[in-house]
């Protein structure tokens, strides 16, 4: 099947089964408290639903517009900005005639129950699963590294031994480290067998981000050779049968070697050097928006194209701390993330639907699966938390004004912060998702 609908079908089920779960979490507690809940919709219906059936007070249905879901609460702001039920006296069963603090578990349901989830499938998959990991040793050419990251000692080959005075058990950990957590002191294994203590600033990451050299390390080094042109290289007459020297003067052995040669060197061409027929050729190949040369490798060592990957099995109980651990660390670092968003440059990367089907694989696994999935659940108990009035945030935010100066914010108040926020939201969809068209359509 085309990976196109694979990854569609694997959002749609995801978020379908987050959406209603999410909801799910506003619609127990608000039964709980005896509040009468209008409607229980996954997607939207505006206008008209695709199905929907009425069980007790309840509608229960499926809306057209695949944007969220939603429980109607009967005597609450909401995005429905039901006027003329909220102009009439209070009811008992209402949502604003209950005290502040169970308005505010009725509020907080819906994040809880992401969460719950996220650390759930998580606790489940490594249950199941176990957890792979590479070890120093395992990494037989080390790890290639960005320009910036040699000014601060590391070197081409480096494996990595502690961070932060700690042993690290999976190499592969370190690129995403050194983006997402404070990491100042890294011990280091050089080519040479020879160790040392490396410094990195509180910034690394964020100097690494805007010169467009994240993660700063390059991924596990492999010996390879050129196997294929096209793009640029095919244009200047490279051949594919041509043995590739080096990249602006930066001798090319590792795959590593040629992200390292246009890092350190950012013109919008590439001095490329090949020998064919014992002679030494130099070629100017000019670079396109993706910054590529087009030049494709093939590896010389077969018996190495990726480090081996361990298994470490746990029980049960194990999982559990395990499992939970992996999800508050996947919670803090998409908080961190977001100082990236708030620059110029990370806001031309946020992304919408289009950016969150790319999580999933091109063919359906169900391991896959469950890891997006509890991902995006860690993800929507984050962005719905956020104090943005038409979020729950935004409703979190009031309760807890409410209680704290013992002061409720008038419903006139409410309605209009509700339609600020409505239209925020509105606008930061369109722009995210205008951002994945723009990038399909550039290929960017």
Same mark, same amino acid.
């Given at each position: 099947? *085309?990976?196109?609908? /694979?990854?569609?079908?694997?959002?749609?089920?995801?978020?379908?089964?987050? +959406? /209603?779960?999410?909801?799910? !979490?506003?619609?127990?507690?608000?039964?709980?408290?005896?509040?009468?809940?209008?409607?229980?919709?996954?997607?939207? *219906?505006?206008k008209f639903a695709l199905f929907k059936k009425k069980i007790g007070e309840t509608v229960y249905g499926i809306g057209w517009l695949p944007l969220g879901g939603y429980v109607k609460i009967s005597g609450m702001i909401d995005e429905s900005m039901d006027k003329? &039920?909220?102009?009439?006296?209070?009811?008992?069963?209402?949502?604003?005639?209950?005290? &502040?603090?169970?308005r505010l578990i009725v509020m907080i349901g819906g994040v809880t129950v992401n969460i719950i989830l996220g650390?759930?499938?998580?606790?489940?998959?490594?249950?199941?699963?176990?957890?792979?990991?590479?070890?120093?040793?395992?990494?037989?050419?080390?790890?290639?590294?960005?320009?910036?990251?040699?000014?601060?000692?590391?070197?081409?080959? *480096?494996? +990595?031994?502690?961070?932060?005075?700690e042993a690290l058990l999976d190499q592969m950990d370190f690129p995403h480290m050194v983006m997402m957590r404070d990491v100042s002191q890294v011990k280091v294994?050089?080519?040479d067998g020879s160790t040392e203590v490396l410094s990195l600033p509180e910034d690394i990451g964020m100097k690494l981000f805007k010169s467009g050299e994240m993660p700063g390390v390059n991924a596990p080094r492999t010996p390879v050779k050129? *196997?294929?042109?096209?793009?640029?290289?095919?244009? /200047? !007459?490279?051949l594919g049968t041509d043995e590739l020297i080096s990249i602006n003067d930066v001798p090319i052995e590792f795959k590593t070697d040629a992200t390292y040669a246009l890092q350190k060197n950012r013109d919008s061409i590439a001095t490329v050097t090949v020998m064919r027929d014992g002679v030494a050729r130099q070629f100017e190949v000019p670079l396109g928006d993706d910054k590529m040369v087009g030049v494709g490798f093939d590896f010389e060592d077969k018996d190495y194209v990726m480090p081996k990957r361990n298994k470490r099995e746990y029980g049960i109980a194990e999982s559990i701390g395990r499992g939970i651990n992996y999800g508050v660390d996947q919670l803090v670092d998409y908080a961190v993330q977001f100082k990236y968003v708030f620059t110029s440059k990370g806001a031309s990367q946020v992304g919408g639907f289009g950016a969150i089907a790319g999580l999933f694989p091109d063919q359906w696994d169900w391991l896959s699966f469950w890891q997006?999935?509890?991902?995006?659940?860690?993800?929507?108990?984050?962005?719905?938390?956020?104090?943005?009035?038409?979020l729950d945030g935004g409703h979190v935010m009031f309760l807890l004004y409410e209680m704290i100066t013992g002061r409720k914010p008038s419903d006139k108040f409410l309605e209009y912060a509700q339609m600020i926020?409505?239209?925020?939201?509105?606008?930061? /969809?369109l722009y995210a998702n205008g951002n994945d068209l723009y990038r399909w359509i550039t290929g960017g």
């Open positions: 099947m *085309d990976p196109f609908f /694979v990854k569609g079908a694997q959002l749609f089920l995801s978020l379908s089964i987050l +959406i /209603v779960l999410h909801e799910f !979490g506003h619609f127990i507690p608000a039964r709980l408290f005896k509040i009468r809940v209008e409607k229980f919709f996954l997607f939207f *219906d505006v003329e &039920a909220m102009a009439q006296e209070p009811k008992p069963w209402e949502f604003r005639s209950k005290p &502040a603090w169970q650390f759930f499938i998580y606790i489940m998959i490594i249950a199941n699963y176990g957890e792979e990991y590479t070890t120093a040793d395992d990494l037989k050419y080390g790890f290639g590294f960005s320009p910036i990251m040699e000014t601060y000692g590391f070197e081409q080959g *480096d494996k +990595i031994l502690e961070v932060n005075g294994e050089h080519a050129l *196997d294929s042109v096209f793009s640029g290289a095919e244009k /200047v !007459g490279i997006t999935t509890a991902f995006i659940s860690i993800i929507l108990a984050f962005m719905n938390i956020l104090p943005i009035p038409a926020g409505f239209f925020l939201l509105i606008a930061l /969809v």
